[in-house]
């Protein structure tokens, strides 16, 4: 269904090829999922399949990619639109109408499809992507994660040969997620669709793949194959290949059923022993929030919500998508006036505070690190970042600059932030936030269009900034990084606090929020492949 023949796209600001050699094809009714570090053409290469690369982003495409029988360097997007469904990072950048069902509709009004069909598939996307609720709301009033549904789903509703989708599953959290891969499984197994996904979170999505296409960067030639030989030894993979390869499994699973048939002598090995307790933070709050309430609109969209953040900790903010998380965090900057409740930062109350003064107690990284971006380039950013902290007298010039590179090393510096990976705008974004210090830190999905090595890193960056004394709170849907991260879990749904305390106890009475470490060895308390390679070092 799809053929690469020695395909390479170079970009003329670019000193190497971000793509290059490569030469295969993806058979028709097959699920391949793509993989690779940050930068190493992931979304090029979705691009040359829809159109978009060359078309519309420029730089030189060498060799053919046919899709269908067509060749993409003979067709534009709009002409591939009745083969080819394409979703990518961000979902605001995909709508065209106002309302979630206008935009579930456009696509096949564009094809002229009869109003009856339109109508049935309408109805039938709205099933199954768990959006009849939402069908009247306006785009612009829907969390992240409802967005990136509708914007799947708008794709769905035309009947696509292939589907291309570019991180699908980032911005939803583990049941929405669940929900649109298992949509994903029967266009496959029933419709014979041909559905070619890029996705960081591989412990979601990696058991799903018929194929997986790695991209190693670097030069290095893809490789496509059996899901689990690519794992052995890709350098990015979930948790469950990482235990897989610290017990010494052969083949290596891929689910966590999997793991679990093969783990009863990982857990004798582990019996009788337990990982280091996470320490607790003691001393006054330097954020409280007491019975806060919020309206959206005539929607409460907080209730009652009792929340502390002290010196030292980092807490992880966790619910389905619009259960709350983005308001809270909004709230705590000023962004929402409380119906009722407080909220108190350092004795600041954020919503009358100038943001001069507010900056210094506290900063967020939003959902959409636009929305902090507005400089030409990249050292433009970084300059004005280390302005406004040197200001307050917080930082040196360079801080900035050194936290971008250490947290994704390769971004260049005259690229313009909106030419930038989802990935990496976030990073600049949380760079520009890092570096004036504030004592308390918030940030809204900060591993969206992150890779394993990048998370890594900034986890190491948080921990550090705990260690040195800042109050962190995240929001977010990754399971994986509130395990390896946060000293406490809060769970949200509804705009109410549903649960919260030590992150161990926490996630691992919740099987939605649980990491794949839990739910393999449970009832054993371990959560992380790093504390699992610890304890069996110490048995040595």
Known sequence: MITFEQVSVHYHDAAEPTLRGVDLTVPEGELCLLVGPSGSGKSTLLGTVSGLVPHFTGGVLHGRVTVGGRDTRAHRPRELADLVGTVGQDPLAHFVTDTVEDELAYGMESLGLAPEVMRRRVEETLDLLGLADLRDRALSSLSGGQQQRVAIGSVLTTHPKVLVLDEPTSALDPGAAEDVLAVLQRLVHD????????????????????????LPGGGATPVLGDPAEVMAHSPVHPPVVALGRAAGWSPLPLSVRDARRRAAPLRARLAGRTPPPTPTATGEPVLSVQRLTVRRGPVPALRGVDLDLRAGEITALMGRNGAGKSTLLGSLVGLHQPASGTVRVGGLTPHRTRPQELIRRIGLVPQDPRDLLYAETVAAECAAADQDAGAAGNTEPGTCRALVSRLLPGIDDALHPR?????????????????????????????????????????????????DGHAVLLATHDVELAAELAHRTVILADGEVVAGGPTAQVVVSSPAFAPQVA??????????????????????
């Open 191 to 214: 419709l014979g669709t041909t559905v070619l996904m890029a996705e960081h979170r591989l412990e979601r999505v990696v058991q799903y793949a018929d194929q997986v296409l790695l």
């Open 519 to 540: 739910k393999v060895l449970t009832p054993l308390p371990w959560l992380t492949v790093r504390q699992i390679t610890d304890a069996l070092d110490d048995s040595l």
């Open 419 to 467: 030419d930038l990976s989802e990935g990496q705008r976030l990073t600049l974004a949380l760079a520009v936030v890092l570096t004036s210090r504030p004592g308390v830190i918030l940030l809204d999905e900060p591993t969206r269009g992150l890779d394993y090595a990048a998370k890594g890193r900034l986890v190491e960056i948080l921990r550090g900034l705990a260690a």
